[in-house]
């Protein structure tokens, strides 16, 4: 196989798409983001970037609380308007219809199949952008999206983020934890 | 919609399936992973979540390297193989024909379409998992899945992990920075 260096960027494979939800002077905000990820399972944590720059940032310093909601396909071009307008130019508190949870301070979108809210744990400087770790608090599920108590991602229909572009979830390659049975040196 | 709340869990709706690389004593070991993303633009990072107990991080510890791997769709029974079995019990050193790059003890398997060489920026305890950041120093690529000299993920098939299954990267729903230009209020 012939490899080449493309030099050092912020890739990765696949992400989430994602909306973070914040109170900005007790003011729902909105904002899209992708760099996110589960960062630790006992007790289970999530974590995000976010510049530096980013409105949403004062509402995490405000409250030391956020959310990271799913929306699923039909609601990309909602999700999408919340990535190009920033809440310092825009009130986007009307783009969903807001609801708190045990936090007080974190919105969520009802539109949104699975929000989780979080309570800071740590924000790490790593130069342009915050990595913030949020100790998950709540998750709360339209009974809809849900197959035996768990969120079902064919009913969630998450949105896939890659290379500037929104994709659906494919099919089903193989189950984890049971393909690699197969595998023979 | 009814909502219910279904408990604080590692939950997140769709996450990258990545092979983490380290050497131990010398050696290759990968791991499998999906607990990691972006965590900044300038300087580019990635974080990856990484059990304590994990064979792997005995490789960050010794060499402050590591390397993040993008497997394809035909390598998930070798992907998973690396999920089921721990360095610890097993030699894993010969599943993937591995090669160095400029840090040369990240050790990275020739057979992943995109591989991504860190070194060690900051680790965060978290509970049952550290969160290692690191800096990505250099990203190496097969030229046959470049588009324009960018990775293509049409060319790479990676595999999206999702509640204990593999699956393929769907259809393309929108270009993102664009659907919410049709947002109306």
Redesign the interface.
Same mark, same amino acid.
């Given at each position: +196989?012939?490899?080449?260096? &493309?030099?050092? +960027?912020?890739?990765?494979? &696949? +992400?989430?798409?994602?909306l973070v939800g914040v109170n900005v002077k007790g003011k729902p905000n909105y904002m899209t983001a992708?760099?996110?990820?589960?960062?630790?399972?006992?007790?289970? +944590?999530?974590?995000v970037?976010i510049?530096k720059a980013r409105y949403t940032v004062k509402g995490i310093d405000e409250n030391k609380t956020f959310s990271l909601n799913?929306p699923s396909?039909k609601m990309?071009?909602?999700?999408?308007?919340?990535?190009?307008?920033s809440g310092s130019n825009e009130d986007k508190s009307?783009?969903f219809r807001s609801?708190y949870?045990k936090l007080k301070t974190a919105p969520m979108p009802?539109?949104c199949p699975?929000t989780?809210e979080c309570s800071l744990?740590?924000s &790490?400087e790593?130069?342009?952008?915050l990595?913030y770790?949020g100790?998950?608090?709540?998750?709360?599920?339209?009974?809809?999206c849900?197959t035996d108590?768990?969120?079902?991602?064919e009913k969630?229909r998450?949105?896939?983020?890659?290379?500037?572009?929104?994709?659906?979830?494919?099919?089903?390659?193989?189950?984890?934890?049971?393909?690699?049975?197969?595998?023979r040196?």
């Open positions: +196989m012939d490899k080449i260096t &493309v030099g050092p +960027m912020p890739f990765m494979s &696949v +992400m989430p798409t994602l992708a760099w996110a990820t589960v960062a630790c399972m006992a007790p289970p +944590m999530l974590c970037a510049n799913v396909e990309v071009v909602e999700t999408d308007h919340c990535g190009l307008v009307g783009v609801f949870g009802e539109e699975v989780i744990f740590k &790490v790593c130069g342009s952008h990595l770790i100790k998950i608090e709540e998750i709360h599920a339209d009974t809809s849900l108590g768990k969120p079902d991602i969630i998450p949105i896939v983020y890659a290379q500037h572009t929104y994709f659906g979830v494919g099919k089903q390659v193989e189950k984890a934890f049971s393909a690699g049975k197969k595998y040196k």
